[in-house]
């Protein structure tokens, strides 16, 4: 991403414009040539980091967030020409606030740390994944193109008093529902034994 004469952040902004208005970048159509990685990483915090230091500029960050690509388990930053390689320490996006819309028919809307707005439903799934530390559990939400944002533990707290018992599979699961769609959390039983 690098074009003669410049280097760092600069020389990976020169590729990328991103116009006030229009929809993000189609990336998963971009198949560009790697050109290897750089060191460039984003921290279980959602902090973004250019060569160990944190990239302090909130625009700067949304856009290279805009051409984030995700295959299999690895992170890059894409234009039609060029693809770089980042380390992402959990997942690329952090969900930090939540909406209640609409209670009749609930939607759960969350606003990224780079202030995307995501509505919870068939197309942006919840999950929640154990935790082997804690014993507890991690949510997530699916934010685009196989790229997921954590969600806070404050928030994971305003979804547990959101949430339900549904019969899932034959089973008593505790879940909350956005879209028509119940994201089951555990079962109910487990959940049961911690009250």
């Keep these: 991403m690098a074009k003669t004469g410049q280097s760092g952040l600069d020389a990976l902004t020169a590729t990328l414009t991103r116009e006030k208005g229009r929809g993000l970048p189609p990336v998963e159509r971009w198949n560009p040539p790697f050109c290897g990685d750089i060191d460039m990483q984003i921290a279980a915090d959602g902090t973004w980091f250019y060569q160990k230091t944190p990239i302090g500029r909130p625009a700067l ?93 404050a928030l994971f707290y305003d979804l547990v008093e959101l949430g339900e018992e549904r019969e899932v599979g034959g089973k008593a699961m505790f879940g909350v529902v956005s879209k028509g769609e119940f994201f089951a959390m555990a079962e109910a039983s487990a959940l049961k034994e911690f009250a």
Excluded: Q
């Excluded at 997942?91 to 759960?108: Q, T």
């Excluded at 740390?113 to 919870?120: L, Q, S």
């Design 61 to 153: 960050v949304k856009l290279f967030a805009s051409v984030l690509k995700r295959e299999d388990d690895n992170y890059f930053l894409v234009t039609p020409v060029e693809k770089v390689g980042i380390k992402v320490a959990d997942a690329p996006f952090l969900a930090v606030e939540l909406r209640v819309e609409n209670y009749d028919n609930r939607v759960l809307a969350f606003r990224t740390n780079v202030d995307d707005w995501v509505e919870a439903g068939p197309d942006h799934a919840l999950r929640f994944d154990p935790e082997a530390d804690t014993g507890g559990l991690k949510p997530y939400l699916h934010v685009r193109r196989g790229l997921w944002a954590k969600v806070t533990r």
